[in-house]
């Protein structure tokens, strides 16, 4: 049996903590023995974890790893201050690979196998600097996009040789990450999804909506998802007086929460967006619903998409990097990632409401090979260092 460790920042929910139950409940377990680090305990998910899998916690030194010197400031707490600082100069200078290292020590009791640093970021570094057998990089994000290293590429660049495969969620996160990092060796592995867990949760609620066009988004509310300029193109839809028996149903949280609350009631658009906030169980919602918006400005993979799918529910989503690996036409509409894109394709199921019906019927037949991303993983699990 393979000791196996897969590194995570934190348990806050979001694709990243999803994803990894989901692989942890579809693996064989009889063939690994799963621990997983999370630096610093902040958030409350990964808590439904199959028994036999091991949750790690860092030490206090990883408390700010993923606090931004604005957040900490504001915090106003000198502590914090101060560890933040010192983490900085450590990054700048590079000795953060001796620090590494040291600090493992405190947390981990054993040798790995294989080690997965399973976040963009600091993971990495955790992860290349200790002395599992083999080590790989999960990949979530659209580096021309938003870069996490960009500040301290020269310790990235040699931290991702350390590797010995780096993995990306779709084929257009490895080009763009190695367009940035030209010499690294990556392979594609989609994201894993658990169409059993989706459909029982969405059918462990009955929900009925009373309006003629109920719309539904989910995800965490922060400038790259687009909820402000949603808002912006529900109010064009309002003024225009095309927003008879529409309905918008946002479900998240985020740092840009109160921003879209402010925009929804300074637009007088309390009747016709409704933000629910945060929620464990969205799925009987996006079941219930005429259609799914996914209205990001960026975005790697855009699981959700592929969860409103396996419900049935056609999408409207902007043309966002991997959007035409995961789906195309039959399932909805891909409009141009702008105001304008998502005004045009509001206005085409608005206009014609008939034509959701043909993108439904046509997802009847909707497949996502699961078991070939499972049996990917594992044969990830299974090799053997040649070094």
Known sequence: M???????????????????????????LKKYKIDIMVLHNNGDYLDNLPESVNIIYGTPF???????IKEVIHSKNIVKILKKIYLVLLMKTSLIKSKIKKERKKCLSKHYDVE????????ALFTAYGDSTMKYHWLHTDYSMYDCTVKYKHLFTETFTHFNKIIGISNSVVKRFQEKYPNTKCEVIYNLIDEDKIK???????????????????????NMKGYDRLVKVFNRLNQEKRLNKVHLRIIGDGPDMQLVKNMVHEYSLEGKIEIMGRMKNPFPYVKASDAFLMCSRYEPFGLVILEAMILEVPVI??????????MNDKYGIITENSEEGLYQALLTIIDNRKILNEYK???????????????????????????
């Open 317 to 326: 989503s902007t043309d966002v990097a991997s959007i035409k690996e995961i």
């Open 62 to 68: 990883f408390n700010v790893v993923d606090l931004s």
């Open 200 to 222: 029982k949760q969405a059918n462990s609620e009955k929900i009925t909506f009373n309006n003629d066009l109920n719309l539904i988004s989910v995800g965490r509310i922060h």
């Open 361 to 387: 019927d046509n997802l009847k037949d909707f497949k996502y090979d699961t078991k070939k991303i499972i049996k990917q993983i594992e044969s990830l699990l299974d090799e053997v260092s040649t070094c």
């Open 116 to 123: 997965i640093a399973f976040k963009d970021g600091f993971t």
């Open 2 to 28: 393979k000791n196996v460790l897969f590194v995570v920042d934190e348990k806050q929910m979001g694709g990243v903590s999803v994803l990894l139950e989901d692989i942890l409940k579809k693996i064989n």
